[in-house]
């Protein structure tokens, strides 16, 4: 199966920094890759869309000056967040479909904000 | 809306025999589709099963196979001959169709946590 990639895996910060993803398809093109948000014990909650060559579109609730997202190339999506803060603490995954019927996950982020 | 319920927090299933985790859904479209993913410990989301809306038979993969009734709503996934290593996180997603038919994002029900038991 396709392969998509996420770095760092784990990221510990103090408040008010900003913080870097990293998610990459490794052996193929997306121009369109999902950002994630999962807290502990819930499910998978849509952030953003994100698409090559253009703005990303956010969800309802999801600060798009905070977090922060840049599809330069088909393979590398990158989510920001800004000055972060203690409750922005979560696990962060990203996704890209590779056709209808498939979509993959990366290893996800696990951010903690201290 | 579209929507996805998975109404067991958790189950328990004594290894090597089978278990169903139940999954239904909502939508208005006529064409849609569902997945299935395990999510162990280490937070990765692993694909498992894909049921399209038109598909005539249930799908399977190895020792999981998806129960789709369409008229239900209903697309329960069935883990034959349950392991150790199956003990994780499972959720249910229906991939979202855009304005215009293009495909989206996938929405999750809140998952259910398969405890295998030796």
């Known amino acids: 199966g396709a392969v998509v990639s996420q770095h760092p895996s784990r990221v510990i910060c103090k408040s008010g920094t900003s913080v870097k993803i990293e998610c990459r398809s490794l052996?193929?093109?997306?121009?369109?890759m999902f950002w994630y948000r999962q807290f502990p014990k819930q499910s998978l909650m849509l952030m953003a869309t994100s698409n090559e060559g253009s703005k990303a579109t956010y969800e309802q609730g999801v600060e798009k000056d905070k977090f922060l997202i840049n599809h330069a190339s088909l393979t590398l999506s990158t989510l920001t967040v800004t000055s972060a803060h203690p409750e922005d603490s979560s696990f962060y995954i990203c996704s890209a479909s590779v056709s209808y019927n498939e979509q993959f996950f990366g290893p996800g982020t696990r951010l903690t904000v201290l | 809306a579209q929507k996805i319920t998975q109404t067991q927090p958790g189950m328990f299933v004594q290894e090597k025999e089978a278990v169903t985790l139940d999954c239904t859904y909502d939508?208005?479209?006529?064409?849609?589709?569902l997945f299935w993913y395990k999510q162990p410990s280490s937070g990765e989301m692993i694909f498992l099963i894909y049921?399209?809306?038109?598909?005539?038979q249930n799908a399977t993969e190895g020792r999981y196979s998806l129960n789709f009734q369409k008229a239900r709503k209903s697309a329960n996934l069935v883990i034959s001959a349950s392991q150790l290593g199956d003990s994780a996180m499972y959720f249910c997603a229906m991939r979202v169709t855009l304005y215009g038919g293009s495909q989206g994002n996938l929405i999750f029900g809140k998952g259910t946590k398969l405890s295998v038991k030796p």
């Open positions: 939508t208005s479209d006529q064409s849609y589709g």
């Open positions: 049921q399209g809306s038109y598909d005539e």
């Open positions: 052996d193929f093109q997306a121009t369109t």
